[in-house]
């Protein structure tokens, strides 16, 4: 154990943790505008999963990192434009639904990958950046300062976000379409249009977290996220629909792996005891949703529920 | 209109959400450079083809079938349970874990234990999120899909430390697998020359079990009644509650017994993963949600629809040997079913509320002219 509480193991170990929670927290941000509208997306697994293959598949070919992301992040639109049909015009359930563009994504990412690639051929990983004289304070700089880029974006979007939600005019129109849809109507506020921009908005996002995971770990394999989606959703009720809030959880999630894996590196954990650090996080969510549950009216009143005039 | 044409056309929307997405698998494969014919048929020779294949599928059904029924019994209490995965993998831990501990019981026992533990074991997985939904107002979705990552990971490390096969340790292996499960554990073959074991009945005396106890049975009536309406089945004096806990744990126990089926149904005989979320499971708790909807979330109509989608899945092999295309065109596939079948409700609705408008043309003359004449004597009466 001691060897874990020396500076630069715990530096490195929280560096690790921020780098891990990025995925986490770009389909959780995501995910959190589109419910703030009303709109429960179940399939972000599978669109990240997408993105995940599509962007490494595109750095594969044309060792362009940039071109890697912007390829998930439009991956993520096309199934933004998908789900925003199926749900704003078919009123499909959305807990189920979105099951079924989760198998999708699992099917087609592993089909794609087995087809065209076959074996996980290793990318460029994304490069650091740092941030000049910051990067240079001890250990504060390489904990948060020597990230890649995507790193930077993810953590930029949090204020950006809530920015957008609670202080513009199209923020309030989100914010009314995802707790009262049928006064915002009335007040013509477009209510498909508004759910179809945060849909799509959150599925790139989306895409862009498979990405991001994809080449941070510089290859792909089938079932990369590993559930990883259905995670980031679960940390939007966790963060109570706050942007800062699921940047908490996300950072929590990121941190614990980080944990369990440098552990798992010193010894401190053996093989089997690790997969009980990993499920950790997911207890406590578990633990963590009982607690607030009762008091916990942040919800947007209109979740799920699909909008048809004059009903 | 009359029901059964009502019927006629929501089976065929359903076959037609399947249809779609044959065709968009079959843009798939023309686009991947092979003969979408040459795949499907090769899929339907695997699946269906003789009678090995066909009882390949009715395994392969099985774990579908009990999944699906679950989901019928808590997507009807409008509870949605996203755990099924979690609660395969727990009652084959506590089936696996009896069958370890009452090695030596006589088959006529321990084949019944084993599915016993099996139920208990996905029930109590089930309980968990019902009562913290019941009690504490916790979304189920969120704490099924948490709990399938706790159910996982206990998984691992039962089977890579205390479980672990000892015969793995000693090679150096350290596969994560447990050791041969006790023969007598093991379901009895029905078919000679097939794989074709009791599970099979296991899963469609639960189907049948699940009808009735959902349209037969008065706590089968409140649970409906919950689904329907929860202020409305309260204001009727039954307990909301009780019966939302009910349906998980009811829905978990279903999954529990596919997962004791599929360790004691199992070639191996053992209860082995890879360590992925889906490695022991094979995604049944997901792809059983598309069997159920694909029956209507009707437990009877759900045992062929899981032998459709059991083929898929058995097909999806035969189809990668005929023309190089990976399987998981299958779950890609799967997953547009249920995309289709979900989108094709309001369709269905929007039908018939057509239909209805129709029949009311119909009828509707008689009742205005005698509506209006009442309310013109009543107008001029009074004054």
């Given amino acids: 154990m001691n060897e874990f509480f020396t500076a630069s193991v715990l530096v490195a170990t929280v560096a690790s943790g921020v780098r891990l929670s990025t995925p986490y927290l770009l389909a959780a941000l995501g995910e959190t505008f589109g419910q703030r509208s009303g709109v429960l997306n179940l399939g972000v697994d599978g669109v990240m999963l997408l993105g995940a293959f599509f962007g490494y598949w595109a750095v594969l070919v044309h060792d362009n990192l940039v071109l890697g992301l912007l390829v998930g992040a439009a991956v993520g639109v096309a199934m933004g434009i998908v789900y925003a049909v199926v749900t704003l015009l078919f009123h499909a359930e959305q807990g189920i639904s979105g099951i079924g563009i989760y198998l999708f994504g699992l099917g087609f990412s592993e089909l794609m990958y087995r087809q065209q690639v076959g074996t996980p051929l290793p990318i460029r990983g994304l490069g650091e950046v740092e941030i000049p004289l910051l990067a240079d304070i001890p250990h504060v700089g390489e904990m948060l300062f020597r990230h890649s880029g995507i790193v930077y974006v993810a953590i930029a979007l949090v204020p950006l976000l809530a920015w957008?939600?609670?202080?513009?005019?199209?923020?309030?129109?989100?914010?009314?379409?995802?707790?009262?849809?049928?006064?915002?109507?009335?007040?013509?506020?477009?209510?498909?249009?508004?759910?179809?921009?945060?849909?799509?908005?959150?599925?790139?996002l989306?895409?862009?977290?498979?990405?991001?995971?994809?080449?941070?770990?510089?290859?792909?394999?089938?079932?990369?996220?590993?559930?990883?989606?259905?995670?980031?959703?679960?940390?939007?009720?966790?963060?109570?629909?706050?942007?800062?809030?699921?940047?908490?959880?996300?950072?929590?999630?990121?941190?614990?792996?980080?944990?369990?894996?440098?552990?798992?590196?010193?010894?401190?954990?053996?093989?089997?005891?690790?997969?009980?650090?990993?499920?950790?996080?997911?207890?406590?969510?578990?633990?963590?949703?009982?607690?607030?549950?009762?008091?916990?009216?942040?919800?947007?009143?209109?979740?799920?529920l699909p909008f048809q005039r004059g009903r | 209109m009359s029901r059964s044409r009502a019927r006629l056309a929501e089976a065929a929307i359903a076959v037609a959400a399947v249809v779609a997405a044959a065709a968009v698998g079959a843009i798939m494969i023309l686009s991947l450079g092979a003969s979408p014919i040459d795949g499907f048929s090769a899929l339907v020779d695997g699946a269906f083809g003789g009678r090995k294949e066909l009882a390949d599928t009715a395994i392969k059904a099985m774990p579908l079938l009990l999944v699906g029924t679950g989901i019928c019994i808590?997507?009807?209490?409008?509870?949605?349970?996203?755990?099924?995965?979690?609660?395969?993998?727990?009652?084959?831990?506590?089936?696996?874990?009896?069958?370890?501990?009452?090695?030596?019981?006589?088959?006529?026992?321990?084949?019944?234990?084993?599915?016993?533990?099996?139920?208990?074991?996905?029930?109590?997985?089930?309980?968990?999120?019902g009562a913290l939904k019941a009690y504490l107002g916790v979304n189920e979705i969120l704490s099924t899909i948490m709990l399938n990552i706790v159910a996982v990971q206990v998984m691992n490390y039962l089977l890579r430390d205390p479980l672990i096969d000892p015969a793995e340790i000693e090679r150096g292996t350290r596969i994560p697998q447990t050791e041969r499960l006790s023969p007598n554990a093991d379901l009895p073959i029905l078919v000679d020359g097939t794989r074709l074991h009791l599970g099979v009945v296991v899963a469609i005396v639960a189907a049948v079990a699940a009808w009735v106890f959902l349209w037969r049975s008065t706590t089968g009536y409140r649970?409906?009644?919950?689904?329907?309406?929860?202020?409305?089945?309260?204001?009727?004096?039954?307990?909301?509650?009780?019966?939302?806990?009910?349906?998980?744990?009811?829905?978990?126990?279903?999954?529990?017994?596919?997962?004791?089926?599929?360790?004691?149904?199992?070639?191996?005989?053992?209860?082995?993963?890879?360590?992925?979320?889906?490695?022991?499971?094979?995604?049944?708790?997901?792809?059983?949600?598309?069997?159920?909807?694909?029956?209507?979330?009707?437990?009877?109509?759900?045992?062929?629809?899981?032998?459709?989608?059991?083929?898929?899945?058995?097909?999806?092999?035969?189809?990668?040997?005929?023309?190089?295309?990976?399987?998981?065109?299958?779950?890609?596939?799967?997953?547009?079913?249920?995309?289709?079948?979900?989108?094709?409700?309001?369709?269905?609705?929007?039908?018939?509320?057509?239909?209805?408008?129709?029949?009311?043309?119909?009828?509707?003359?008689?009742?205005?002219?005698?509506?209006?004449?009442?309310?013109?004597?009543?107008?001029?009466?009074?004054?």
Avoid at chain 1, 210 to 228: I, Y
Wanted: proline content about 4%.
């Fill in chain 1, 206 to 304: 989306a895409g862009l977290g498979g990405a991001a995971l994809a080449l941070e770990l510089g290859t792909f394999q089938q079932n990369l996220t590993n559930g990883l989606g259905f995670i980031a959703v679960a940390l939007v009720y966790f963060g109570a629909w706050r942007p800062t809030g699921v940047l908490l959880g996300s950072l929590l999630f990121g941190l614990v792996t980080a944990v369990v894996n440098q552990w798992k590196t010193l010894g401190i954990l053996s093989g089997s005891t690790a997969s009980l650090g990993t499920m950790a996080p997911a207890l406590l969510t578990v633990v963590a949703l009982a607690v607030i549950a009762r008091r916990n009216s942040a919800q947007p009143a209109a979740l799920t």
């Fill in chain 2, 74 to 129: 808590s997507f009807r209490a409008r509870v949605i349970n996203i755990g099924g995965e979690g609660q395969i993998v727990a009652g084959a831990l506590v089936s696996t874990v009896t069958a370890l501990a009452l090695a030596d019981l006589p088959p006529a026992m321990l084949i019944p234990a084993v599915l016993l533990a099996g139920v208990v074991g996905g029930g109590i997985w089930g309980a968990i999120p």
């Fill in chain 1, 164 to 204: 957008v939600i609670n202080r513009t005019q199209f923020g309030l129109d989100v914010r009314a379409v995802g707790e009262t849809p049928d006064a915002a109507d009335s007040l013509g506020v477009g209510v498909r249009r508004t759910r179809a921009v945060t849909i799509i908005v959150a599925n790139a």
């Fill in chain 2, 223 to 383: 649970l409906r009644a919950v689904g329907a309406g929860r202020d409305a089945a309260r204001y009727a004096g039954i307990p909301v509650e009780r019966m939302t806990l009910l349906a998980l744990t009811a829905s978990g126990a279903m999954c529990g017994l596919a997962g004791a089926v599929l360790v004691f149904g199992s070639e191996s005989h053992r209860l082995v993963t890879d360590g992925s979320s889906t490695g022991f499971t094979g995604s049944a708790g997901f792809n059983g949600i598309v069997a159920a909807l694909f029956g209507a979330l009707h437990p009877l109509l759900t045992i062929p629809a899981s032998i459709l989608f059991g083929g898929l899945l058995v097909g999806a092999n035969a189809m990668q040997r005929a023309i190089q295309i990976p399987a998981s065109l299958v779950i890609a596939m799967n997953g547009l079913v249920v995309v289709f079948v979900v989108a094709s409700v309001s369709v269905r609705q929007r039908l018939r509320l057509r239909l209805d408008d129709l029949a009311m043309l119909r009828l509707r003359p008689a009742g205005r002219r005698h509506g209006t004449t009442t309310l013109e004597v009543t107008t001029t009466g009074k004054p």
